[in-house]
Each structure stands twice: as C-alpha cells, then as structure tokens.
C-alpha cells in the first residue's frame, strides 16, 4: 500500500511505542513525505524529547531509521501540483501532502478528521490503515 504520510503519524510514532509505529515499519506499507518533514522533526526535537524518555542519540537513531523507511520526496518533484493541493486541502498547513499525494496517486495517512472534507484525496486514519494491511 502506498500512502504518503503525515507529520502527526511520525510525532504519535516517536512520541510513544505504539501499533501506529509497528505499521510504520510494516513490509507492505510504500510510505512517502515531503522534504519539509525532516526539518519538523529537527525544530521539535526538544518537545520530542521531553515527551519522551528517549535521549537525543536515541532521537538520532530513530531519525536515521525513519529515512530508511520512507521515500522523502524532493518539492521539485511535487511543486506543479500545489496549486491543485491548495484548492483541494482543507487545511492551508497540509498542502504539501495533498500535492505530493495528487502527484503520486496515492492516499494521505492522516487522523485529522477535517482531511476528509474533500473528494479529490482518499484520506486513510489509523484504524483504516490497519484494516487493510
């Protein structure tokens, strides 16, 4: 299954050992992101790690993890279809991931509830995710 995945999913992941975080790592999951992702990651660092118990070469470890797991995706591979995303997207903040799922045909991994206001992009929560697996 291929879905590009959002920020919030990779937070819940790294946030607390969780089913959300086993299917991350699941062998039939295709799962892309933006580019921008790494440098969310980078600039909550620290309210990662104070959720956590986690220590910052733990922090490390996981990011170099999650690199192998997913396919980031350059803007530039993506850009012709942000004009598109930010009709499509309910929400202005998540245009990127409407744009990169348009370019790739595929769904958003997402719980934001208010995703799902459009018809243009399946929008799959967790517990849908873990039905079709």
Request: glycine fraction near 0%; proline fraction near 3%; charged fraction near 30%.
């Amino acid at each position: 299954m291929e879905l590009v995945v959002d920020a919030n999913i990779l937070f819940s992941a790294l946030v607390k050992n969780s089913f959300t975080a086993e299917l991350l790592f699941d062998d039939e999951m295709k799962l892309y992101t933006p580019e921008f992702i790494i440098e969310e990651f980078l600039k909550y660092q620290e309210v990662i790690l104070q959720k956590t118990s986690r220590t910052k070469e733990e922090f490390v470890t996981i990011m170099h993890q999650l690199k192998d797991i997913f396919t980031v995706v350059p803007q530039e591979e993506y850009s012709k279809f942000i004009d598109e995303a930010e009709i499509t997207s309910p929400d202005k903040k998540e245009v990127m991931y409407f744009a990169l799922a348009l370019k790739l045909k595929c769904g958003i991994w997402s719980n934001d509830k208010k995703l799902k206001e459009q018809d243009k992009v399946k929008v799959y929560p967790t517990e849908e995710v873990i039905k079709l697996i």
